[in-house]
């Protein structure tokens, strides 16, 4: 976006819709519209959840998340793509086919298995099918330390798993290590098969809802606005620890990221 365009980028998302509202589709809409961005989102699941857990989903359709998919992007200019729940690999295969159809388009890939409780988002194993169909095309990949283990079980290391997960095609990869057992978070951004740059942020007291959705989709904000990766990183990094300093205690369960915090009243 720039001067000659006075419109908001959009970002297409394809996620599952948390009713709670502290994750999936609509975390991913607050954090885009807190940053500037026009969000498109896609559903791809439909979750009974809370911020205490997850109870039941159900996928959507391949056939639906495509139509609603490419009935957005004859329509609009879409400026990013970025991918959380996808609750099938059914749904994994339209969202590449996607993907393939519109490569110039940059794709940040979350790459989610469980809630934030562990409660699983699919009912067959989806790691082969995001390593094969999502992550070649991926501009940025953001596990957290956990599910950068489940993508890669044979792996020793967090910079191993980074590097495998590059092996695949995945330009960046950006490991957190909130679910860490370390004084401070670390987290590592990881490109060209090397450590590129790491990141340290004061480890808060809360379990939040929905932190990897508003991480993924604060850094497919920066990349829609022009920023390149390492800027992306780290301002999505700067606007998610302060989301969740801001949060809120809404439910009985996990707190909820406050996207909105810069609004906050003096």
């Known amino acids: 976006m720039g001067p000659e365009d006075p419109n908001p980028p959009v970002v297409l998302v394809f996620a599952g819709l948390d009713p709670s509202g502290g994750a999936g589709l609509a975390a991913d809409v607050q954090t885009l519209a807190a940053l500037g961005c026009h969000p498109a989102p896609i559903a791809t699941a439909l979750t009974v959840q809370d911020t205490v857990g997850v109870q039941s989903f159900e996928p959507v359709p391949a056939t639906l998340i495509i139509e609603q998919a490419r009935t957005v992007l004859k329509d609009m200019p879409v400026a990013a793509i970025k991918t959380g729940m996808m609750g099938s690999t059914d749904a994994i295969a339209a969202v590449a086919g996607i993907c393939r159809r519109y490569a110039r388009v940059p794709l940040i890939v979350d ?89 340290h942020w ?19 904000a920066a990349i829609a606005h022009g920023a390149d990766v390492f800027s992306a990183v780290a301002q999505a990094q700067s606007f998610t620890w302060n989301a969740l300093k801001h949060g809120w205690s809404l439910g009985l369960g996990q707190c909820v990221p406050n996207r909105f915090f810069r609004n906050a009243p003096e």
């Open 111 to 199: 790459p989610v298995f469980r809630s934030g409780r562990g409660d699983p988002l699919s009912r067959e194993p989806l790691c082969d099918a995001l390593r094969s169909q999502l992550f070649p095309r991926a501009l940025l990949v953001t596990p957290n330390s956990e599910e950068a283990r489940h993508l890669a079980p044979d792996a020793d290391t967090l910079d191993a798993c980074a590097q495998e997960l590059l092996s695949l095609g995945a330009q960046y990869v950006l490991i957190t290590g909130t679910h860490e057992t370390t004084p401070e978070v670390l987290n590592r951004l990881y490109g060209n098969y090397r450590l590129l740059e790491s990141y």
């Open 202 to 220: 004061p480890r808060l007291a809360g379990v939040y809802h929905g932190s990897g959705c508003t991480l993924a989709s604060a850094c497919a």
